[in-house]
């Protein structure tokens, strides 16, 4: 059956297994590319499911072993999403973007520079190198931001124009309506945050995209003045995980800087941004309580960040790469009364003017964040 004749809550129940449990593919090479390794949604794949993209994991040992299975669609990027050998809803997989098949004068292609995340989100990681990364001892524990890099499928600096150059492109090509720039943590004060004004700032010039920045909290406050003036839209500031001692164990080296100084950020750039333009990301799955994720995301909302709360992806390659996957159940439990709560404080994923939360792809929130109305 088609999934537009399910009942909403089907459909979201459907979205939120897809995500924790994955998806089998006959066809891997459907559609756009999936992605393995990198910063973002790795091991993923898009699926469009009745209108509604989302990042589905497809490369994990997770989905693996899915009971859910796509057949190999036709020339249209058409299916049948299957349950064993029973087909409960039609899907697609998006085309791959045209952008992707250019490449600069210098001969770098474009996929090497940005890559299409959900169905119209530009993303890229403009420094591909972490200081976190680069320290066994400092390494988030879920991070895969260097595969991507060790594999050749991208450049380690991604300069200003070379982004402007690839978001003119996107935009003409493929209709893109937004951009995420995210940055690996360099050894300075400003934690990336230079790299991302100088970037905005080139794309800004060369096409109107509104565009996300994300980077750890700066030193110092004036760089959320500095982006903001440069062409950032809105911020995210990712905390990742919640728990004290989980985010010690998870993410040694992030957790230097502790949660006080991530809400002082998180205030002074809302200031800035203004309320739901700032989000931070939280990986459920690792360690923290529904409970500890609802009770800071209640303080997120009360400041004005949006909590983009998303399933936890363990990605082949890293040290939790098989570490299991949240639970529908365990989602459901955090994402329905979270969704109530965002509502509740006036903020919606499609207020949002750029970048994950806006976007939504790997999280069924936005869908929960309905059902409250």
Known sequence: MSISEMTPASSRQLMTELQSSGLRLVDPSAGASSRRGGAGPSDHKAVTIDGVTIMVPVHT????????????????????????????????????????????????????????????????????????????????????????????????????????????????????????????????????????????????????????????????????????????????????????????RIMPGKAAVPISRYMEAFRAAVAVFGRGQVSTYILAGLGDTAEAILDISRELIEIGVYPFVVPFVPISGTPLEDHPAPTPAFMKSVLEPLGAMVRAGGMRSADIKAGCGKCGACSSLSSYEEMAA
């Open 61 to 248: 040992s997770t989905a693996w072993n899915s009971p859910y299975i796509a057949a190999a669609p036709d020339a249209e990027g058409r299916t049948a999403l299957m349950r064993g050998t029973i087909p409960i809803a039609n899907i697609s997989f998006p085309k791959a973007p045209r952008f992707s098949r250019l490449q600069t004068l210098d001969g770098v292609p474009y996929s090497h520079i940005a890559t299409l995340h959900g169905a119209d989100v530009l993303a890229t990681t403009v420094l591909q190198t972490c200081i976190r990364y680069e320290s066994r001892r400092k390494t988030c524990k879920f991070c895969a931001i260097g595969q991507s890099l060790a594999a050749g499928r991208t450049i380690a600096r991604k300069t200003p124009q070379q982004l402007a150059e690839v978001a003119r492109a996107a935009v003409l090509l493929d209709g893109v309506k937004h951009m995420v720039l995210t940055t690996g943590t360099p050894p300075t004060p400003d934690r990336g945050a230079a790299i991302l004004c100088e970037s905005a700032f080139a794309i800004k010039a060369a096409v109107d995209l509104p565009i996300q920045a994300q980077c750890e909290p700066p030193d110092d406050d004036v760089w959320f003045e500095r982006m903001k003036a440069s062409g950032v839209d809105t911020l995210g500031m990712h905390l990742e995980v919640v728990t004290p001692a989980v985010r010690e």
